[in-house]
């Protein structure tokens, strides 16, 4: 569903349809308390991160973030027409989600660096060290200016879904899987921001 924005002009007004391009499924939002987990729906205005429910303790889901990779198997990825029906100002005014206009964004980072590896997770270590493949943790930083102009931003790691890795773990190496999740995110910013994209 679009968002008819109306516009009054010197010949007259006229309606704009906001559209909704793409639907990142997950990604997990850092916090001292529990990491959030978001869908991050982009149009052609803004991004909007929509609030998940939890689907794992906090330990797991800072695992997560620690080695990019997804252990939640038994949720489904959303999908755009997960949110056809959905209008975007209900979307946008929901005080749990997150709503980012894209003429506010100053900046977009993208940043990847090795799993950063804890005693406790030693199991998971020697599992990947076994599979031979070195790989990426990618993450993303939205710099932006506020409703008072001030300028914040949020950081968000791009960790997909077990329902999405799993599959195509047993063709593709857990590097090539996180790299494109993480490419196809940057893509699509890419084509909503341009040249405010400073890093990749």
């Given at each position: 569903m679009n968002l008819a924005v109306s516009y009054e002009t010197g010949a007259g007004s006229y309606v704009?349809?906001?559209?909704k391009l793409a639907l990142l499924h997950r990604v997990i939002v850092p916090d001292k308390d529990y990491p959030k987990e978001y869908a991050t729906l982009?149009?052609?205005?803004?991004?909007i991160f929509i609030r998940q429910k939890k689907t794992r303790s906090s330990f797991v889901l800072r695992g997560e973030m620690r080695y990019g990779t997804a252990l939640v198997t038994d949720v489904q990825p959303k999908t755009l027409e997960d949110y056809e029906k959905t209008s975007l100002k209900s979307l946008a005014t929901d005080a749990s989600n997150i709503a980012i206009p894209h003429d506010t964004v100053i900046s977009l980072v993208m940043t990847k660096g090795e799993p950063k590896f804890r005693l406790r997770d030693f199991f998971v270590?020697?599992?990947?060290r076994r599979q031979g493949h070195k790989f990426h943790v990618y993450d993303f930083e939205m710099n932006y200016r506020d409703n008072t102009n001030l300028e914040t931003g949020i950081r968000f790691y791009m960790v997909p879904l077990g329902a999405y890795f799993k599959?195509?773990?047993q063709t593709q190496t857990r590097e090539t899987i996180l790299r494109e999740y993480a490419m196809d995110a940057?893509?699509?910013f890419?084509?909503?921001l341009r040249n405010r994209i400073i890093s990749s």
């Open positions: 704009e349809l906001e559209r982009v149009t052609d205005r803004r991004s270590w020697l599992t990947m599959p195509r773990r940057l893509q699509i890419q084509k909503v």
